[in-house]
């Protein structure tokens, strides 16, 4: 996988890209409601999405509400484990918004050059 992302795109290193994003939903009603609203104000889930350079799904997370922050979503993935446990020494790609304290990329074990 990394050597797919350095021949496509000139990027040493990169084992997946992560974002997230608000898929909109009905009001699903009862007592819990209000933890399916996102910080924009529409009631939604926060879906998580892993691919790789050919645009291919790794992983995919479709169950928490919308209120729900892109760090708790991630620290509790497939993709989390996957990357802090894998021998492959790879970065895993994101907007500094969605982990915070991570930055623009998240660095597992260090990248190496292909």
Not at 43 to 68: A, R, T
Request: with cysteine; hydrophobic share 35%.
């Amino acid at each position: 996988i990394q050597d797919k992302f350095y021949k496509m795109y000139n990027m040493p290193g990169i084992g997946g890209c992560i974002d997230c994003t608000h898929i909109k939903i009905q009001n699903p009603g009862g007592p819990d409601s209000e933890v399916f609203r996102n910080r924009k104000g529409y009631f939604s889930l926060n879906v998580q999405v892993v691919c790789g350079p050919s645009m291919e799904f790794f992983d995919i997370v479709v169950k928490w509400p919308g209120s729900y922050h892109d760090s708790f979503i991630f620290s509790g993935s497939y993709a989390n484990q996957y990357f802090a446990d894998s021998i492959h020494n790879a970065i895993l790609l994101g907007d500094g918004d969605n982990y915070g304290i991570w930055g623009a990329s998240i660095k597992i074990h260090g990248a190496k050059h292909p």
